[in-house]
């Protein structure tokens, strides 16, 4: 049997982190799904995942202090930033710290799927700005 790739979701949002747990389980082992920054870096230190898909705006630590923490632990991780932003700053900012993606959360359920192939074959993915 071939191994599935493993995922750690974060996200403060309840109904979302189920929505995204769910379906990112269709594809991959969703090995964790924690509610802050802090619960994210702890749960990736404890379980290597192979990906996470983390909100940006989180209690306790952001998503994108938090991405910094997991690159300088396993620089290997990809991350894909989540996000109800499309500000460039806010995007530019996430791939500064370490992100391998950036994902718009109402195209998540869309994107996400491709998104995380996109990374793990080496190639950033970023969204399309509507300006």
């Known amino acids: 049997m071939v191994s599935r790739i493993r995922v750690v979701i974060a996200d403060d949002e309840p109904l979302i982190l189920d929505q995204i747990g769910s379906y990112l389980e269709t594809r991959f082992e969703v090995v964790a799904q924690t509610r802050n920054g802090r619960e994210l ?45 499309e500000d460039p700053e806010l995007i530019e900012a996430a791939f500064e710290a370490g992100a391998a993606g950036y994902v718009v959360k109402i195209r998540a359920l869309g994107e996400l799927i491709p998104a995380i192939e996109s990374v793990l074959s080496g190639r950033p993915y970023r969204p399309l700005i509507n300006s």
Do not use: C, F
């Open 41 to 85: 870096v702890d749960a990736v230190r404890r379980l290597s995942p192979s990906v996470v898909v983390a909100d940006v705006v989180m209690p306790e630590l952001n998503g994108i202090e938090a991405t910094r923490q997991i690159k300088e632990t396993d620089p290997t991780v990809k991350v894909l930033m989540l996000s109800g932003h």
